[in-house]
């Protein structure tokens, strides 16, 4: 290959006026810079995750005496519903692929995603989704049967108001993004990877998103089924879940956890990928036993999909098939048990710096052994069945999806800020919030194991005095206020860092990976000026200095050099050796993903009021862009 | 970007030395894969509640006749038959190979869903009636859905052939495209096995 390293004239300009997007709101709506889009998703999914920190504020508010009359019944029903599905839905799925985002094509070394439409059409479809949900909190008509909405409890005859169909409909929206976006973090795995970026050099959070991709693939569609069966039944009165027409309500239940339980390890394992590149950089040392990490990442991925029926063992089922589904719930405890190992070994032969973000990695091992631990008491039939629907559960499952999903995300948030700002974040509040938090956590949801023992069921709205129950719940209500408290006191420290935090630097933790070789904090649009030549697991840890690819003048290599960022081209590489193949534009400013996706969410808004005519008017903007997608591709290119 | 670069990325090109597959085409792989769960999803339930009831079908339906269903389905698999054909041509630069085999994948997919639309004008059972014809309904309707997407594809497809947009190096949206047409002819196997084969052993 010859090469041809010309540096064109006036290069900085050149490239300023081919990446930069239009300003203002111009910008806003048509940006695809998958930086851009990280941020924006994470910004976004922070506004819901605080909505919904207030509403389980109410709802303690509300348990902190016997027989309250803080809200309503009926209230506290929306309340406890619409919490989880903004916590599921609206924050630590998306926020988890904002980092993705933001992150992975950095790690890649590459200048953007592989679509990067795509990526702006699953953020419009998750914020739109995310605003259709939350209207219902605006017309006080919240969804109220659980945030999994079991039949027949959720059925017409049952819920017969606009409040289930929020979620029916919501959910199948904002399942579009996720499903998107898994189809993007795949390909962009497989074909945007720097040269010498080989399968086993992978960096660990790449393996985790990787991972929770291909769960949300096989995963995803069945939920999506699940609640527009449900919302057929409901607007257009077909029988799917109806047993007077020969419906079967545990049909839903099979479709729900069949989702469900991946769920859960589509958000955890993110969440581990994150520790696993933080626990690394802060104890000055590679990580332990990195091909078994990798394996036990894409082992979770297997086994959880062998695991649903664990949520439904006071169902009735045969005896054979829930002891093989208990048996699948204990073998998933060993490949977390191995992350776990490697972590510690880490930690063992490293020397630990306890910066907050390693902080949070700590507090989030704690969090997650106790997690853990009962995570394998439940899936053992007998006790399951002695506390099934209790506090006991409420208390494991906020240990795994607040404590083992929730501290990493504030672990990243100080880890990789200062990467996405430019900005270092103020370690004494971060120290102050994580102490807070985690204090406040365990505060909060360690004694709702015990009141699971002493009975007291979930979703109750209160309870009478003199059950032994009041001090435990004065406890756990004083514990969430200091959690949301220590929350609060990482905004501090975040808007403290904006003004005047310390300036990051390209690579201010000296850490390992490809996104701490950028230039400069934030990284320029282009990411990298060359395309950098790996050469290691560890880039940057590695004895001889990342070198920076050169173009040659084949169509393979073209955009390896600064020919390419003057051009907005990325180099796309082969799946497994990550071999030079061909050359892609990166699409220019389009509004065309946010007309996509705002003619479905009038489609769905027209299901929700049962109108035909928005209905259609849905439809036609919805095609009327997927057409003009297909069509000028090449005029987006340019 | 000059005039000339810009119009050379009209067509997405892959390189020939390896071989490889575009992205174009990894992406519609992994989205044929979740597709391929929501039409598994709904045949699991279909059998999940075929399971659990004590006759099928429901309430005095008779079970789905053969018979011209047989050729249409024919008439739909074969119709990947011309979507090889037009891909073969296109790859050597024939053209009119192409724009034959697209009209004929169109017609052949279009007469297929004038047959089901036929099918269900027949039928004296409604998606209402009880859970098997909301079952029938939504399954043989989604993949109705599937086929018009297709068509509108393969419509588009045609437009561009005849505006002489694909060339011997640069067509890979007819690949893709092709990948989703042969997606959904193979997915109408499972749905014919399920719905209509397996109907007959009630």
């Not at chain 2, 011309?82 to 697209?102: C, D, S, V, W, Y």
């Not at chain 2, 014809?133 to 859905?145: D, N, W």
Request: hydrophobic share 50%; proline share 5%.
């Amino acid at each position: 290959m010859t090469l041809v390293e010309e540096r064109p004239e006036a290069h900085e300009e050149a490239v300023e006026t081919i990446w930069q997007d239009a300003p203002g709101l111009a910008g806003f709506f048509s940006s695809v810079d998958h930086k851009r889009i990280g941020m924006r998703y994470i910004y976004t999914a922070f506004v819901f995750f605080f909505i919904a920190g207030v509403q389980a504020l109410v709802m303690r508010a509300q348990l902190s005496t016997p027989d309250a009359d803080v809200v309503s019944p009926q209230v506290y029903n929306q309340l406890f519903t619409m919490h989880g599905v903004m916590m599921i839905f609206l924050f630590n799925t998306p926020v988890l692929a904002g980092f993705g985002n933001y992150i992975v094509p950095l790690q890649l070394g590459t200048r953007d995603m592989a679509f990067p439409r795509l990526n702006a059409f699953s953020y419009w479809i998750f914020v739109l989704s995310g605003l259709f949900m939350i209207s219902s909190l605006a017309i006080g008509k919240q969804p109220d049967g659980g945030w999994f909405a079991y039949v027949p409890l959720t059925s017409k005859e049952y819920s017969p108001g606009v409040n289930m169909d929020f979620w029916g409909l919501g959910v199948a929206f904002a399942g579009i993004s996720t499903t998107v976006g898994a189809v993007n973090f795949i390909v962009t795995t497989f074909k945007m990877r720097a040269p010498g970026m080989t399968v086993n050099r992978l960096p660990m959070f790449v393996w985790s998103i990787l991972s929770m991709a291909f769960m949300v693939i096989f995963a995803v569609p069945a939920v999506t089924v699940a609640s527009l069966m449900l919302e057929a039944d409901r607007l257009f009165g077909t029988a799917f879940f109806n047993p007077a027409e020969g419906g079967s309500p545990l049909l839903y239940q099979h479709l729900f956890w069949f989702w469900g339980h991946p769920e859960v390890y589509i958000l955890f394992v993110p969440a581990t990928g994150m520790i696993s590149m933080i626990i690394p950089v802060f104890a000055r040392r590679r990580l332990a036993g990195y091909t078994w990490a990798a394996a036990s990442l894409i082992g979770i991925g297997f086994i959880s999909f062998g695991v649903w029926v664990h949520h439904m063992f006071a169902t009735g089922l045969p005896a054979l098939a829930m002891s093989l589904f208990s048996a699948a719930s204990l073998i998933i405890a060993i490949p977390s048990g191995v992350l776990f190992f490697c972590w510690i070994a880490t930690m063992w032969r490293g020397r630990v710096q306890w910066a907050t973000p390693m902080l949070f990695a700590l507090g989030f091992m704690l969090i997650f052994l106790l997690g853990g631990i009962t995570g394998v008491m439940v899936a053992v039939l007998p006790f399951d069945w002695q506390v099934h629907d209790s506090y006991f559960v409420v208390a494991h499952f906020h240990y795994v999806l607040n404590g083992a999903v929730v501290f990493p995300i504030f672990g990243a948030l100080y880890f990789w800020l200062p990467k996405m700002t430019g900005r270092m974040l103020d370690e004494r509040l971060g120290k102050a919030s994580f102490w807070t938090m985690f204090v406040g956590f365990n505060l909060a949801f360690f004694p709702m194991h015990i009141l699971g023992f002493l009975g007291m069921p979930r979703r109750m709205y209160t309870y009478p005095a003199g059950l032994g129950w009041e001090a435990l719940n004065v406890v756990i209500s004083i514990g969430s206020a200091m959690f949301g408290l220590g929350t609060l006191l990482t905004v501090a420290a975040f808007v403290r860092g904006r003004r005047r935090g310390a300036p990051a630097g390209a690579n201010p933790w000296n850490a390992d990976s490809l996104e701490w070789a950028t230039a400069t904090s934030p990284p320029p649009h282009y990411n990298f000026e060359a395309i950098p030549v790996v050469a290691g697991r560890h880039p940057l840890w590695e004895e001889e200095a990342v070198c920076d690819a050169t173009s040659g003048d084949d169509d393979a290599t073209r955009a390896y050099g600064p020919p390419g960022a003057v051009a907005r081209e990325t180099p796309v590489s082969t799946g497994l050796d990550a071999l030079p193949e061909e050359t892609m534009t990166i699409p220019g400013e389009t509004y065309v993903p946010f007309f996509l996706a705002l003619g479905l969410g009038v489609f769905f808004v027209g299901l929700l009021v049962e109108t035909t005519l928005v209905v259609v008017v849905g439809l036609v903007v919805a095609a009327a862009g997927l057409v003009t997608w297909g069509w000028r591709t090449e005029a987006d290119l340019r | 970007m000059t005039l000339a670069t810009a119009e050379a990325v009209t067509e997405p090109t892959r390189s020939p030395e390896t071989g490889g597959r575009s992205i174009a085409r990894w992406g519609m792989a992994v989205l044929i894969a979740t597709e391929a769960m929501i039409f598994a999803t709904l045949l699991s339930s279909y059998i999940f509640v075929r399971a659990a009831s004590k006759e099928w079908p429901l309430g005095h339906i008779e079970p789905p006749k053969l018979g011209l269903i047989w050729f249409f389905t024919a008439v739909l698999l074969g119709s990947s038959g011309p979507m090889f054909f037009a891909e073969h041509g296109i790859k050597k630069g024939n053209q009119t190979r192409l724009r034959l085999g697209l009209a004929l994948v169109f017609l052949m997919g279009a007469s297929f869903l004038g047959f089901l639309a036929y099918e269900y004008h027949e039928l004296d059972f409604g998606i209402r009636d009880n859970a098997y014809g909301t079952l029938f309904y939504t399954i043989t309707g989604l993949h109705a859905a599937h086929v018009i997407g297709g068509l509108l594809m393969i419509g588009m497809l045609q437009i561009k052939a005849w505006m002489g947009k694909f060339t011997a190096e640069r067509h890979e949206t007819v690949a893709v495209i092709g990948m989703y047409w042969h997606f959904v002819d193979v997915v109408w196997i499972f749905v014919f096995a399920t719905l209509y084969l397996s109907a007959q052993f009630g």
